[in-house]
């Protein structure tokens, strides 16, 4: 079984400071995981994936997010945060056991950057 | 840069009748999915076509919910009779093969308002 925790509902952030919005994950073999942006009233926007190799990994707009096989997380970071940045962000799993293909999306984090 | 269109953007509609949506894919991508989003949390599947075959419905509410994709390009998803609890934001996505690494593309929605 696959899963997917985001902790926090909101961030909030001011602009010019570093963000980082958190994602736990639960799989009974390795993960393929990914982070998607929403703005309001909008489909979903991929960002960055973990597939293997390099536990950084470098996404659209400057995001980045780190996999952490030990603590079974995959947190998204930004150096510096924009206003525009403000939007919801959804972390997504798939075990790569199992024979699923569809990955197990998380219930979101509201991201607040403030002026 | 390709898209995944879908419409109406916004439907609103009473209960008890019955409403369609339609989405269309990149073109190429062979593998088409159908979410619903309730406000306040992640996607989730509903269906799953692989060209004009479905490959998982089993978390469609088959009794008032149809899905179909007749030549294996777009797709339309039916409720019938819609209900209350039904209004949620309707997301279709494509992705070249399944399970791909890549991650998918949404298209932009369909608000649905049930009243």
């Known amino acids: 079984a696959q899963s997917v925790a985001q902790p926090e509902d909101q961030v909030n952030v001011a602009e010019g400071n570093p963000l980082t919005v958190k994602c736990t994950y639960s799989?009974?073999?390795?993960?393929?995981l990914f982070w998607y942006v929403q703005y309001p009233n909008r489909g979903l926007q991929f960002l960055l994936k973990y597939i293997t190799g390099d536990n950084l990994v470098k996404g659209s707009y400057g995001f980045e997010a780190e996999f952490n096989k030990s603590q079974t997380s995959f947190h998204l970071k930004k150096p510096s945060a924009l206003v525009s940045d403000s939007a919801l962000y959804f972390c997504?799993?798939?075990?790569?056991?199992?024979?699923?293909?569809?990955?197990?999306f998380g219930r979101g984090t509201s991201l607040i950057v403030h002026p | 840069e390709a898209e995944v269109a879908q419409s109406p953007r916004y439907k609103i509609t009473e209960k008890s009748q019955a409403v369609a949506f339609w989405c269309d894919p990149i073109s190429g991508h062979a593998t088409l999915y159908w979410y619903r989003q309730i406000l306040g949390q992640g996607p989730e599947l509903l269906v799953q076509?692989?060209?004009?075959?479905?490959?998982?419905d089993s978390q469609l509410p088959k009794d008032r919910f149809s899905a179909e994709r007749l030549k294996g390009v777009d797709s339309t998803l039916k409720i019938q009779p819609a209900e209350l609890g039904d209004s949620a934001m309707y997301l279709c996505?494509?992705?070249?093969?399944?399970?791909?690494?890549?991650?998918?593309?949404f298209g932009s929605g369909t608000r649905l308002t049930v009243v």
């Open positions: 997504a799993v798939r075990d790569t056991s199992g024979g699923s293909y569809i990955p197990t």
């Open positions: 076509f692989q060209d004009e075959s479905v490959v998982d």
């Open positions: 996505a494509s992705s070249f093969e399944q399970g791909s690494n890549y991650g998918y593309t």
């Open positions: 799989v009974s073999g390795n993960p393929y």
